[in-house]
Nanobody
Framework: QSQLVESGGGLAQAGESLGLSCAAS????????IGWFRQAPGKEREGVSC????????TYADSVKGRFTISRDSAKNTVHLQIRNLQPEDTGHYYC?????????????????????WGRGTQVTVSS
């Protein structure tokens, strides 16, 4: 069974750093576009960042550029999201998503984009 499992969320204070991970099982990420979305209560889902696992090409939402870094670990079939200088507006439920037919690019982060696989998410809460 193919699945994505997120980890690494939690409670942090503004200015701190946090690392999220998304581990894939049941399949290899080699030819997938994979990335992160987040959703805060009462707000629309927002695409944060993605990476094409095969060539490492990345895309970031303007709102997180300079603070978020996405990376891949082929040996562990895992994608990481490093968040620096956390802000209260980073609070939300962070979801990992992946699709074998959709390489990472600007449109990948659109809220309406259909992506094949989704994890259940991990909560990030940032206090000021």
């Amino acid at each position: 069974q193919s699945q994505l499992v997120e980890s690494g969320g939690g409670l942090a204070q503004a200015g701190e750093s946090l690392g999220l991970s998304c581990a894939a099982s049941g399949f290899t990420l080699e030819h997938y576009g994979i990335g992160w979305f987040r959703q805060a209560p009462g707000k629309e889902r927002e695409g944060v960042s993605c990476i094409s696992f095969s060539d490492g090409r990345t895309t970031y939402a303007d709102s997180v550029k300079g603070r978020f870094t996405i990376s891949r670990d082929s040996a562990k079939n895992t994608v990481h999201l490093q968040i620096r200088n956390l802000q209260p507006e980073d609070t939300g439920h962070y979801y990992c998503a992946a699709d074998p037919d959709y390489p990472c690019g600007g449109s990948w982060l659109q809220p309406s984009t259909y992506l094949q696989l989704w994890g259940r998410g991990t909560q990030v809460t940032v206090s000021s």
